[in-house]
């Protein structure tokens, strides 16, 4: 019953594209926050950027990955007979004397996948590149939306299969670390400031890889009784503070990984001498 009080009737408002059609409020303005929201995803791009420029050119310059007893986290482990580290890690032959192109090429492939599919980087990517949406209250310009159900983003679905690949990949840097308390003639004792680089740099890669969700899922996914469970949900419990901290530390071992290439780089082309603590 009309009470008289009613607002004036309107006609239907629609946009054309994106969630903003339909039955969206009928709002002219495409958002209404005031703050500078875009930095988040501007400082996002940027970094991304950044690191994707500087490993691209890493993994193939072929050149500088190697100054005894370090190796490059990206060049390792190097599969090719024409490898610079024969003696420094777990290097097989796999890939013989016929891969003519950077050995980074081979291993790349696995942590990136790891990355890529991770749900933190999905949404910085999916907000920073692809503004979908490029932050909280202000609508994505796509006009429509279907989701993970379509290539290429239903490939992320394979982000657990990469997660079993990067706990590999994680225990040979881990021996890498190991072996860089060798001096260049590879005997025990040595460490340096490269050591001390490469220390930061696994723990910091443990913690964002047992950090993932797929890894909290596979610990503590399916149990329908915690009680039955102890070990188990005690280790589901410290993956579930890690996963806490998981954009920081997906941040931070990034960092690192190009940080630890980066030093490898520096002493390998002679740019200055390792420094030694004993």
Not at 93 to 119: D, H, K, N, Q, V
Request: charged share 15%.
């Amino acid at each position: 019953m009309a009470t008289g009080t009613e607002p004036p009737a309107t006609e239907p408002h629609h946009r054309s594209g994106g969630v903003r059609a339909g039955t969206r409020a009928a709002i002219e303005a495409p958002h209404l926050r005031t703050d500078r929201w875009w930095l988040a995803p501007a400082g996002t791009v940027a970094g991304l950027l950044a690191f994707i420029v500087y490993s691209t050119w890493r993994a193939f310059a072929d050149a500088d990955y190697y100054a005894a007893p370090y190796v490059s986290p990206f060049y390792s482990p190097c599969l090719a007979e024409r490898c610079e580290p024969m003696r420094a890690g777990p290097n097989w032959e796999i890939f013989g004397s016929w891969w003519g192109i950077s050995p980074a090429i081979i291993i790349l492939i696995f942590p990136l996948g790891f990355r890529l599919t991770c749900y933190y980087y999905r949404k910085a990517y999916y907000r920073g590149f692809w503004a979908s949406p490029p932050a909280c209250a202000v609508a994505e310009p796509h006009k429509k939306y279907t989701g993970e159900t379509r290539f290429p983003l239903v490939l992320q679905n394979i982000h657990r299969y990469f997660f079993y690949a990067a706990i590999v990949v994680a225990g040979i840097l881990t021996y890498d670390t190991v072996l860089a308390f060798r001096d260049e003639n590879y005997e025990w004792g040595h460490m340096g400031l490269g050591t001390l680089v490469f220390l930061v740099n696994i723990v910091l890669i443990w913690a964002y890889t047992i950090s993932c969700h797929s890894c909290r899922h596979i610990v503590g996914g399916k149990l329908k009784h915690f009680s039955r469970h102890p070990v188990r949900y005690r280790m589901w419990q410290w993956a579930g503070r890690l996963n806490a901290r998981h954009m920081q530390l997906a941040w931070a071992s990034l960092v690192s990984v190009a940080l630890a290439d980066f030093y490898v780089y520096l002493v390998a082309s002679g740019a200055f001498d390792d420094p030694r603590f004993f």
